[in-house]
């Protein structure tokens, strides 16, 4: 029995066939996890000899009626697909960036039983500040979904354990660049400044998409190393007030 087969298997056992007789003429559970497979084995990129990085995100896009119909089992089939994607990688020597999410979408231009599948990398950032040290900053950057401080001292992003904000993105060097604030104890953003220079890494960095060695930085600005993006945001002493709240 192949793995899309045991696969199948087990969502009509966990679910009683009721699963099964909803889509019996929309999108097909099994149909999904191979469009998923196919994702992953066209958007491998070489790592070594031995690895492959492919992506970690999904978004599956489906008929707003296909998407009714998944609704009620929605988190159930995408346990059950992440698991397969999983296997499946663990026998391709894939390896991916961060945890594995998969989610279900709405698509005007799909009829029923037609789905689309949309991937991307994003690699898993660890940092080392606390909760609140991130709520008290003045200078925050957003990297995949998750906010860091960003401190007079300086504040070195990189693929290493000795950074102060690691990301799992093979583009990052191990101390790829620096962050450094000035004025941070003000109460307003009028003389807070930031700054980030390249600290020698292989790839070199984008800020608001030119390259460069070093750049001051302003609210929103955006620099890019490897395959990840980072946002910089200045707190107000408002949005500090808001976020207390």
């Known amino acids: ?27 097909q559970p099994v149909e999904v996890s191979a469009a998923l497979q196919r994702e992953v084995d066209n958007n491998a990129q070489i790592l070594s000899r031995n690895r492959r990085l492919v992506p970690n995100i999904f978004h599956v896009e489906l008929s707003e ?23 499946h990688a663990e026998n391709q020597s894939y390896v991916f ?8 979408e709405s698509a ?17 950032v660890t940092g080392m500040d606390t909760r609140t040290t991130v709520r008290r900053a003045r200078a925050l950057l957003e990297i995949n979904g998750t906010r860091h401080a960003l401190h007079e001292a300086g ?3 990189g693929r290493g354990t000795d950074a102060d904000i690691r990301i799992n993105d093979p583009g990052v060097s ?17 003389d807070l400044r930031v700054f980030v220079r390249d600290l020698g890494s292989t790839n070199g960095m984008l800020v ?18 490897g395959n990840t993006t980072m946002t910089i945001h200045l707190v107000t002493e408002t949005m500090e007030e808001g976020a207390d709240g």
């Open 1 to 27: 029995m192949s793995g899309l087969q045991r696969f199948e298997q087990r969502l009509e056992q966990m679910i009683s066939g009721v699963f099964a007789r909803a889509f019996r003429s929309a999108v």
């Open 97 to 104: 960036p961060g945890p594995v999410r998969i989610a279900f």
């Open 65 to 87: 009626t296909d998407l009714e119909r998944l609704a009620p089992y929605d988190s159930a089939m995408a346990e059950e697909l992440t698991e397969q994607l999983r296997d």
């Open 208 to 225: 608001d998409g030119q390259k460069l060695g070093q750049s001051p930085l302003d609210e929103g600005s955006v620099v890019k190393i």
């Open 155 to 157: 504040t070195i992003v």
């Open 174 to 190: 191990r101390q790829h660049v620096e962050f450094k604030v000035a004025g941070s104890s003000a109460r307003s953003t009028d």
């Open 108 to 124: 005007e231009d799909l009829t029923t039983g037609r789905f689309r599948i949309r991937s991307q990398a994003q690699a898993k």
